[in-house]
T-cell receptor, first 111, second 114 residues
Framework: QKEVEQDPGPLSVPEGAIVSLNCTYS??????FMWYRQYSRKGPELLMY????GNKEDGRFTAQVDKSSKYISLFIRDSQPSDSATYLC???????????FGQGTRLTINP | ETGVTQTPRHLVMGMTNKKSLKCEQH?????MYWYKQSAKKPLELMFV???????ENNSVPSRFSPECPNSSHLFLHLHTLQPEDSALYLC?????????????FGPGTRLTVL
């Protein structure tokens, strides 16, 4: 079993839709959860960073962590064509050095 | 320069060539990483340097040789590569603390081995 599972997609939605991206994980030691956005032929860019369970909002983006279910989500409201990218979830335990990544979900927002 | 920079951005090499990838971080971080990103696979951690000391080597073949001369610079020396080594090679840096480990990535070097 992979430590982090993420549906690779591709996911295609119309402009303005609410997008939901998800990851599940198996290691209960993970405490910090991140979402990276990666445009084609670029490096991943840190989008959201959360600690433990709960929600974090930044503009059109909301990150949710449910540690009891070992499930994290990223919601994108009012999606734009510029949001088209691959989204990678990543997580790590307290004081650890090694981030564990999901496979990434390729998202396309259609005008 | 800001953030994490990598050179070259693109590299084509034959299997008998020797080349090096360079990474520089301008964030004052104390840890640096090399990752390999292949199509349809999760990011693969190759090497970790913490305070210029290698702390992790994820069973990477010896044809990849890292070097960290100081906390701002990281190199990946390549020799006698195979076509399956073609991938995007990403460098990242972070400030290791007792908490989480936010890593910041460079733009990557797209490597093609002929």
């Amino acid at each position: 079993q992979k430590e982090v599972e993420q549906d690779p997609g591709p996911l295609s939605v119309p402009e303005g839709a609410i997008v939901s991206l998800n990851c599940t994980y198996s290691n209960s030691a993970f405490q910090y959860f991140m979402w990276y956005r990666q445009y084609s032929r670029k490096g991943p860019e840190l989008l959201m960073y959360t600690y433990s369970s709960g929600n974090k909002e930044d503009g059109r983006f909301t990150a949710q962590v449910d540690k009891s279910s070992k499930y994290i989500s990223l919601f994108i409201r009012d999606s734009q064509p510029s949001d088209s990218a691959t989204y990678l979830c990543a997580m790590i335990g307290q004081g650890a050095q090694k981030l564990v990544f999901g496979q990434g979900t390729r998202l396309t927002i259609n005008p | 320069e800001t953030g994490v920079t990598q050179t070259p951005r693109h590299l084509v090499m034959g299997m008998t060539n020797k080349k090096s990838l360079k990474c520089e971080q301008h964030l004052g971080h104390n840890a640096m990483y090399w990752y390999k990103q292949s199509a349809k696979k999760p990011l693969e951690l190759m090497f970790v340097y913490s305070l210029e000391e290698r702390v992790e080597n994820n069973s990477v073949p010896s044809r990849f040789s890292p070097e960290c001369p100081n906390s701002s610079h990281l190199f990946l020396h390549l020799h006698t590569l195979q076509p399956e080594d073609s991938a995007l090679y990403l460098c990242a840096s972070s400030q290791l603390t007792s908490g989480g480990n936010e890593q910041f990535f460079g733009p990557g070097t797209r490597l093609t081995v002929l």
